[in-house]
């Protein structure tokens, strides 16, 4: 990680307008930790939360995504205890998430994480960084904290609030700690220890809290090995900008990770071990093995990723209503055991059917669409020309990969739902050059790609069309919350000089 900055050096990575009242945040963090315990922070450790522009659900299967960080952050004030073992973590909205107390369990539990289906216990996500942290450093005597909790990325909106809370704490007991590690260590450790709350991601939103920066976005590619490349966006004329939208229904990843999140993943799984014995006659574990497999060594790039996605018709084909178990081990010629044993015991799911067709056909070429988005932003972002692109014509061509996108995400992957789809419907009819849902989906935010001249009349004549409308009782000075423009924010960082 990077060396710990005092707050009147990091504040400039907030956005200009936004800077004084993020001081006046970290101020009010700091007194109310010393009315809550009666001392000093040592530090404060932060973690923002992301956006994806595109590459939905297919980092876990190996593939590249392109998100940025947003300015909306998790902040955890700490001080150090040397003397003792006991974490004592409080949130400031304590009427809302209870305070909490633990022990340190020893190196072998380290600490009890326990997860209940359809509610997750908040400070759940402290202890998988506490517990990700101690057991990769092999940590026998962690000291004792006191923290204080403060987040600004709504939670269950697809901007990655967990993730983000994970890596926040993983820094601070670092930190706490006195380990200095490097941020590809930190991020694996991220990505890794958010599993011990129940979800089998990927490992984008970790990734991109931890190594996102100031007005670039991220390339984040995860095999053969983890490499975050950060890009320039296209320099335009007039500049673009993204505007996230909330479409205020809720989805909590983790809670409902059996029927969601974690049935997605084991249906790609299943797709990848079918399409690898019947295309290649080899046993491949992700979608991204399978494609490897495909190009025999070469380059995956769009095209053979969308020669894939032709495959997958070939031979699945469209199946419509899916594989009950009993087809399912018929197809892939294993037993009902080796199905269950293979697929469906490390992360358990609920389901009638699998769908093998619509889960692979939209990774290839929804990964296919990443790379596309990709060399846009290589081939545009060189700000000497901004006056010489065709903007209107790069405009068209992103917008077009983030339609796609979500018209794949509804109708493919099955992640959307009936808010989010008339969200994107009404941004693409107030000017929004392209449109997706962001997130795991199931509900949660949508990102718009515009002209930054057009972004206060966008956001105006969304919000006369879909929150005035479905949400007519929604506080004016709540608006800023649910809908805003991002440029790309800065990552995680210790902040220290607290004054």
């Not at 089998?200 to 490499?227: E, V």
């Not at 919000?463 to 709540?478: G, H, I, Q």
Request: aromatic share 10%; with cysteine; net charge negative.
């Amino acid at each position: 990680m990077a060396a710990a900055l005092p707050l009147s050096e990091f504040i400039r990575a907030y956005p200009e307008h936004n800077r004084q009242s993020q001081y006046t945040r970290y101020h009010e963090l700091v007194e109310r930790f010393r009315l809550t315990y009666n001392r000093e922070p040592k530090f404060i450790a932060r973690a923002p939360g992301r956006v994806n522009l595109i590459g939905e659900h297919i980092d876990y299967v190996g593939f590249g995504v392109l998100p940025m960080a947003i300015s909306g952050d998790i902040l955890i004030a700490v001080s150090v205890d040397d003397d003792s073992s006991t974490v004592r973590i409080k949130n400031v909205d304590d009427s809302k998430y209870k305070s909490r107390e633990w022990q340190y369990e020893g190196d072998e539990q380290i600490v009890t994480i326990t997860n209940d289906e359809g509610s997750v216990e908040w400070s759940n996500y402290f202890k998988c960084g506490y517990k990700g942290i101690i057991q990769h450093f092999k940590l026998s005597r962690p000291k004792g904290l006191h923290c204080l909790v403060d987040g600004n990325v709504p939670p269950g909106a697809g901007l990655s609030s967990s993730s983000a809370f994970v890596c926040c704490a993983a820094i601070a007991v670092s930190y706490a700690n006195n380990i200095e590690t490097d941020k590809t260590t930190m991020a694996k450790i991220a990505i890794e220890c958010e599993r011990y709350i129940g979800v089998n991601g990927g490992g984008m939103d970790q990734t991109t809290s931890i190594f996102a920066a100031t007005n670039q976005a991220l390339y984040i590619s995860f095999r053969p090995t983890l490499r975050p490349t950060l890009i320039k966006l296209p320099s335009l004329s007039p500049p673009l900008t993204f505007v996230v939208s909330n479409s205020l229904v809720t989805s909590n990843k983790a809670a409902t990770a059996q029927t969601n999140y974690n049935l997605r993943v084991v249906e790609t799984k299943l797709a990848a071990y079918y399409l690898g014995t019947v295309i290649m006659q080899k046993d491949c574990d992700t979608l991204w093995d399978v494609a490897s497999q495909y190009v025999n060594g070469k380059e995956i790039d769009s095209k053979s990723l969308r020669k894939l996605a032709g495959v997958v018709e070939e031979k699945i084909g469209n199946k419509e209503r899916g594989y009950g178990i009993v087809e399912l081990t018929e197809l892939l010629s294993l037993t009902t055991k080796q199905v269950t044993e293979r697929f469906l015991t490390k992360f358990p799911v609920r389901t009638e059917n699998f769908h093998l067709y619509k889960r692979a056909k939209h990774v290839f070429e929804e990964a296919a669409r990443v790379l596309e988005f990709y060399s846009l932003c290589q081939t545009h972002n060189d700000e000497s020309m901004a006056g010489h692109i065709k903007a209107d014509q790069v405009y068209s061509e992103l917008g077009q990969l983030m339609n796609s996108s979500h018209d794949s995400c509804r109708d493919l992957y099955d992640c959307s739902c009936v808010e989010v789809d008339e969200l994107v419907r009404v941004c693409l009819e107030c000017g929004a050059k392209g449109s997706r849902l962001t997130g795991a989906g199931w509900g949660g935010c949508v990102v718009s790609v515009i002209p930054g001249n057009e972004s206060e009349e966008f956001i105006s004549k969304v919000t006369e069309k879909y929150y005035n409308v479905r949400f007519p009782d929604l506080p004016k000075e709540r608006l800023s919350e649910v809908i805003f423009e991002t440029l790309p924010g800065a990552g995680a960082a210790i902040i220290t000089s607290l004054r």
